[in-house]
């Protein structure tokens, strides 16, 4: 049984990081793709970041170049998402990804 399971969301200023994680388990966690997507109310869901494996190149949206970096433990099985220089409009539940399945999320408030 595939589980995503995130934490590390809270209330950050303007200007600070957070760093996001998400283990999971119930499958082969090295051989997969993992993602990270956001959502705001009443908006669809997009796409932060997504990477492939430890040497593989990360994508990220436009909006979050140069302030987000994915990352990856394979022997923790976790997924990461550091957040640096965070703006109010980062503000939106953070879900994290394999394929079809999908967290619970993690709040994320960047607000003074």
């Known amino acids: 049984q595939v589980q995503l399971v995130e934490s590390g969301g809270g209330l950050v200023q303007p200007g600070g990081s957070l760093r996001l994680s998400c283990v999971a388990s119930?499958?082969?966690?090295?051989?997969?793709?993992m993602g990270w997507y956001r959502q705001v109310p009443g908006k669809e869901r997009e796409l932060v970041a997504t990477v492939t494996d430890p040497g593989g190149s990360p994508n990220y949206a436009d909006s979050v170049k140069g302030r987000f970096t994915i990352s990856r433990d394979n022997a923790k099985n976790t997924v990461y998402l550091q957040m640096n220089s965070l703006k109010p409009e980062d503000t939106a539940v953070y879900y994290c990804?394999?394929?079809?399945?999908w967290g619970k999320g993690t709040l994320v408030t960047v607000s003074s």
């Open positions: 990804n394999r394929a079809e399945y």
């Open positions: 119930g499958f082969r966690f090295s051989i997969y793709a």
